[in-house]
């Protein structure tokens, strides 16, 4: 940050969109050049929110200009802290407009962000959880005020498999008394109960508690399908896998795409009485031939550092790390 130069925290709900473009356009370039990740729908749904002003969070200001923001949104007594990203402080006797090449987030500035949110959040009798997962950021970039605030913190990896040029003959060696097909909407009630039973006692339920809960699933898969929470939701790429005779869920995987060029996984799970079957796999092997025929070159997933079987897996199949980040949990800890 320049010498001399003073940067102010102010509520974000005072500002509209128009005032925050230039930090979300370059925040934008971020994600495209780190995650080949198009950012401009989730910038979209964050200006409609910043022109309602209902998007808790604070805004950093120098010399009158916002250089940085971050946000939380509430869920109950949880909160999630949605995003911070700063542009680096600059003397405006020296640039008298934002450099959009100057993507590189400023640190200072997203800290004291960070410190302001935390304080509102930590002091708030109603907030029981707080959940971030900064995907942009890389792993160790904030972990110090993390872990400061009481924050346990959660390695994550970012795993990209490369499609361009490839041809996938989708593995389809299942037992005969299951079933693969597309996605349907109907199943969207059948694929919350498989959540939450798949997820039980898993690392990942830590970090995001819908997974523990019937509700809490199908509030995450109403945000991926429905609501473009993670990209715009593919049903050609997603893929369930049922018990013939019960046409019970056992197993499935949810595509989106996130640019014109890339796909990212945002749910892959088999029920534990039927794991180890290969199901996993054969859903990877659908997945990827379904998004080479959309023309995409290369597909991603999160996991966490700790599962270490499914990395296993996923390297087996092509994917290799390309970026880690962290996830972070707070819960308050009643006395009584």
């Not at 925050?20 to 929110?49: C, F, I, K, N």
């Not at 970012?158 to 008394?177: A, C, N, S, T």
């Not at 006692?201 to 609501?227: A, C, E, K, T, W």
Request: charged content about 20%; glycine content about 6%.
């Amino acid at each position: 940050m320049a010498a001399g130069v003073t940067i102010e925290i102010l509520d974000l709900r005072h500002f509209a969109a128009p005032v925050l473009r230039p930090v979300l356009e370059a925040e934008g370039e971020l994600w495209s050049q780190r995650l080949h990740w198009d950012y401009r729908a989730s910038a979209r749904l964050l200006m409609q929110y910043l022109d309602n002003h209902l998007l808790p969070g604070y805004a950093a200001l120098e010399a009158g200009q916002v250089t940085g923001y971050a946000f939380c949104v509430y869920e109950e007594t949880k909160a999630v802290i949605g995003d911070v990203f700063a542009l680096q402080g600059r003397n405006p006797e020296v640039v008298a407009s934002f450099d959009r090449t100057a993507t590189e987030p400023a640190r200072e500035i997203e800290e004291t962000l960070l410190r302001h949110l935390f304080e509102t959040l930590l002091n708030s009798p109603s907030v029981d959880r707080i959940e971030s997962q900064l995907l942009l950021h890389p792993s160790g970039t904030h972990a110090a005020i993390f872990r400061q605030s009481g924050f346990d913190l959660f390695r994550r990896l970012f795993m990209v498999q490369q499609l361009e040029g490839r041809w996938f003959r989708p593995k389809m060696d299942i037992p005969g008394e299951l079933e693969i097909r597309p996605w349907r909407e109907e199943d969207l009630n059948p694929a919350a109960h498989l959540i939450s039973a798949a997820y039980a006692g898993h690392p990942d339920s830590m970090i995001n508690d819908q997974y523990r809960s019937v509700h809490g699933s199908l509030r995450f898969l109403n945000n991926i399908v429905r609501y473009a929470g993670c990209g715009v939701f593919s049903a050609q790429a997603s893929h369930v896998i049922t018990e013939r005779n019960r046409r019970e869920l056992v197993g499935l995987v949810l595509g989106s795409r996130v640019s014109p060029q890339s796909g990212h996984i945002t749910q892959l799970c088999v029920h534990p009485r039927y794991r180890r079957l290969g199901l996993a796999r054969t859903l990877l092997s659908v997945t990827a031939g379904q998004f080479v025929r959309q023309a995409v070159s290369e597909v991603s997933l999160t996991v966490t550092e700790a599962n270490t079987q499914a990395i296993a897996l996923y390297e087996s199949e092509g994917y290799k790390c390309a970026h880690r980040f962290d996830a972070a949990v707070w819960e308050r800890r009643r006395v009584g």
